[in-house]
């Protein structure tokens, strides 16, 4: 398996609290990913970063910003949860744009 | 606008009787089409990837084709532990990485 971890596995939060998910890759890739996914909609990507500091939006951004101020670290941050943002979160890693992503396992998001 | 369909959303199975799923895409350069395997409160494993029509990959009992159009994932002599919900997924054609997703076909294997 390749090694990523994401914390927290389950969040339950109030409507207007910042949260911050944290993905963790032992696999030194360059390339690492934010999706969410929800039923009818599938994996969705929200934010993907090419290096340390260089990142950039995907289709569903509004509402998320990211960090990555080191290889192994990609953050995800709701400035101001709301419902819409319940979900689940998968975080993704990659050598390279043409090549296959690999999926952490997964941070299931409530906002109440 | 590069797009993913896969058919059918859902597939009921007998064990032992073969059948293939089918993925249907539009991209105006292709980067990659990549297949995946999800088990329910899992994240998605990688299967395979093909980079151009004719292209084959098989695994134990799954086997992956390209066309210009489509792909699928021919499942031979299917067994229970086999039921999952499967990806299809397409490099975005301006080569940042992205991967376009489809909806995903959920199938069972019935013992």
């Known amino acids: 398996d390749a090694g990523i971890t994401q914390s927290p596995r389950h969040k339950v939060t109030e409507t207007g609290t910042p949260v911050t998910l944290r993905c963790h890759q032992t696999?030194?890739?360059?390339?690492m990913y934010w999706y969410r996914q929800d039923p009818g909609h599938g994996l969705r990507l929200i934010h993907y970063s090419y290096g340390v500091k260089d990142t950039d939006k995907g289709e569903v951004s509004d509402g998320y910003s990211v960090s990555r101020s080191k290889t192994e670290d990609f953050l995800l941050t709701l400035e101001s949860a709301t419902s819409s943002q319940t979900s689940v979160y998968f975080c993704a890693i990659s050598v390279g744009p043409s090549y296959e992503q690999y999926f952490g396992p997964g941070t299931r998001l409530t906002v109440t | 606008e590069d797009q993913v369909t896969q058919s059918p959303e859902a597939l009921r199975l007998q064990e032992g009787e073969s059948s293939s799923l089918n993925c249907s895409y539009t991209v105006s350069g292709l980067r990659g089409l990549f297949w995946y395997r999800q088990d329910p409160g899992k994240g998605p494993e990688f299967l395979f990837t093909l980079y151009s029509a004719g292209e084959e990959k098989e695994k134990e009992r799954l086997k992956a084709t390209l066309t210009k159009k489509e792909s699928f994932l021919h499942i031979t002599a299917p067994k229970p532990e086999d039921s999952a919900t499967y990806l299809c997924a397409v490099g975005e054609s301006s080569n940042t990485g992205k991967l376009i997703f489809g909806q995903g076909t959920t199938l069972q294997v019935k013992p």
């Open positions: 696999e030194n890739h360059r390339y």
